[in-house]
């Protein structure tokens, strides 16, 4: 199979990081996974939901939405009410991220971690749950440093991929016209040590095998590596201790 773009079937999209693109928040970047763009900030916020109070633990939840133009026909703004793609992808991140927090630290506030799509070209959710670590990350070294938590409370690291199978090849990181016409369509998520935290996978016009499952997992944890990898050089002064 020849790919659109033509990268190797196990070949990422290029990655670019823009650190502190907010200055508002305690944390932000905007993320660019080829052609797909998200803006994500880490914000404090001082409550916690009702089912925390009087517990002495944090949260850390997610928000999730695409800015009109982020697609080729504009994206109704949603004002009132989410739609269930958008409910999902929001407690995606948000569980994701709660693997690698230590929410006693927080004491109990509620950190924000918001993702806006300005671009999408595939992998919205992926470039979230990258993104949104990377304005974590940020965010708590930004609180700690200003001692509004009495010490880091990040204890790990995180990445998420997608895999999928296109003309019955598996491939790593689909864009949007792979991504619509791909029989397999799955998305991983894993930490620094290589344990799954989530994996999300749909036949979506043909089954696929035993056989099939694991060499998109594979493939997966490798995309996953590499961007490990890139967070480790990115944070290595702020996470040594991981």
């Not at 690698?100 to 999408?120: G, H, S």
């Not at 997608?162 to 369509?185: F, M, N, R, T, W």
Request: aromatic share 4%.
């Amino acid at each position: 199979m020849k790919r659109i773009d033509g990268r190797k079937f196990d070949e990422l999209r290029k990655i670019k990081i823009h650190r502190h693109y907010i200055k508002n928040a305690e944390g932000s970047c905007l993320i660019e996974i080829g052609q797909t763009r998200v803006a994500c900030t880490a914000t404090l916020d001082k409550n916690v939901p009702p089912f925390l109070k009087g517990t002495g633990k944090g949260w850390v939840t997610a928000e999730y939405g695409m800015l009109p133009g982020s697609t080729q026909g504009r994206v109704q703004r949603e004002r009132n009410k989410v739609s269930g793609r958008t409910h999902e992808i929001q407690r995606l991140v948000g569980r994701a991220l709660r693997t690698v927090v230590n929410t006693k630290v927080l004491e109990e506030r509620t950190l924000y971690i918001d993702c806006d799509v300005i671009q999408a070209d595939g992998g919205t959710r992926i470039a979230s749950i990258v993104g949104g670590y990377i304005a974590l990350v940020d965010g708590v070294n930004s609180l700690y440093k200003k001692a509004a938590i009495s010490r880091p409370c990040v204890t790990g690291m995180i990445a998420a991929v997608s895999v999928g199978i296109c003309q019955g090849q598996p491939v790593l990181d689909l864009d949007y016209e792979e991504d619509s016409q791909a029989d397999v369509d799955m998305n991983v998520v894993m930490n620094h040590k290589g344990e799954f935290i989530e994996v999300q996978g749909t036949a979506e016009h043909a089954t696929f095998s035993h056989k099939g499952l694991d060499e998109l997992l594979v493939l997966a944890k490798k995309g996953i590596t590499e961007i490990v990898a890139m967070e480790k050089e990115m944070f290595g002064d702020i996470l040594r201790d991981i």
